[in-house]
């Protein structure tokens, strides 16, 4: 089968197009026929070997060098322990290398694909609107009328946030850049901000939650966002050094946490039963959209990858087979 892989970290130079052997199956996987995936930060971080925790799993390349984690396709083959699924079945979720014309995923890690979605639109899902969705856990019981703040609202993960804050009745405000204000309007944000023009710790309002997934303001200034019993939810690992990258701000976060009124935490977001089911029904009753910004062909993965990085996306980049 072809598939994208790498034999060592790097840019995306070290992306290269190859045929490799079919993934066998064993008794709890699932085979699926990839016909479209979609790019994420985290496979930017396995692809570069950054922060150096990421190398956990291979220090000279990673562990699998097959990139990307999301996926849409038609069930091919299971095993005998898997009962959800049959062979022709439409699945969306998550697997390990799904750049790919065929990959293995775990049966609790996939859900039926929303059958308004193309698939195209339902693989530019899971990675992005689960991180989402476990962000802004706190709404989903008591969200009527909650003052949101989303700091890069105008990004995958933050274009989520927005959307399913929006849906379980919040308040939001997202901050972006001038060139993406319209852009996150578009997802529901009743106010929008302009990092380029001030800064957004210094405006005196104060949110009941706040996620950021921008990587570049210490807990202490975003702390000054919160209300005095407020939430703060840190994203992921931008920013930070070449070590341990953002994830030291998160760590921050979670040592001076009991010690405040204030709820910080840090969130590395894995998908979990359930997720992907919740959003299956957000989805399909249209309360959330994806939304695409480009879709390569599986040759140009490579170039999706850089176009990750370059700040210059609106929604997500899309690979089909």
Do not use: C
């Not at 009124?261 to 249209?286: F, Y």
């Amino acid at each position: 089968m072809r598939a994208i892989v790498q034999d060592g970290y790097g840019t995306a130079d070290v992306l290269r197009l190859a045929e490799i052997d079919r993934p066998a199956v064993r008794e709890n996987d699932v085979l699926v026929r990839v016909h479209a995936a979609s790019v994420n930060i985290g496979d930017w971080h396995l692809m570069a070997g950054l922060p150096y925790l990421v190398r956990v799993t291979g220090l000279r390349g990673p562990g699998n060098p097959v990139r990307g984690m999301d996926l849409a396709g038609r069930v091919e083959q299971v095993g005998a322990g898997v009962t959800r699924f049959q062979p022709g079945d439409e699945v969306f979720g998550v697997g390990d290398g799904t750049l790919a014309e065929f990959v293995i995923a775990h049966a609790d890690k996939l859900e039926p694909k929303p059958s308004r979605l193309s698939f195209e639109q339902a693989t530019a899902v899971p990675t992005s609107a689960v991180t989402a969705l476990q962000a802004v856990a706190s709404l989903r019981t008591a969200g009527l009328g909650e003052r949101v703040l989303v700091i890069g609202a105008s990004g995958a993960v933050g274009g989520y946030a927005v959307q399913l804050a929006v849906a379980f009745g919040a308040q939001v405000t997202g901050v972006a850049s001038t060139a993406k204000l319209d852009y996150v309007r578009s997802l529901g944000a009743a106010v929008t901000v302009d990092y380029t023009r001030g800064d957004i710790t210094r405006s005196g309002e104060r949110y009941d939650l706040v996620v950021d997934t921008a990587g570049l303001r210490p807990v202490s200034a975003l702390r000054k966002l919160l209300a005095p019993r407020g939430t703060l939810v840190i994203v992921g690992g931008e920013g930070g050094g070449r070590v341990t990258g953002g994830f030291g701000r998160a760590l921050w976060a979670a040592a001076v946490s009991p010690f405040v009124s204030q709820k910080l935490s840090g969130l590395v977001s894995i998908v979990r039963p359930g997720d992907l089911a919740t959003l299956a029904e957000l989805l399909q009753s249209g309360a959330i959209t994806p939304v695409i910004d480009q879709v390569y062909p599986l040759a140009d993965a490579a170039t999706a990858m850089r176009r990750l990085t370059d700040g210059s996306a609106r929604g997500k980049l899309v690979v089909t087979m």
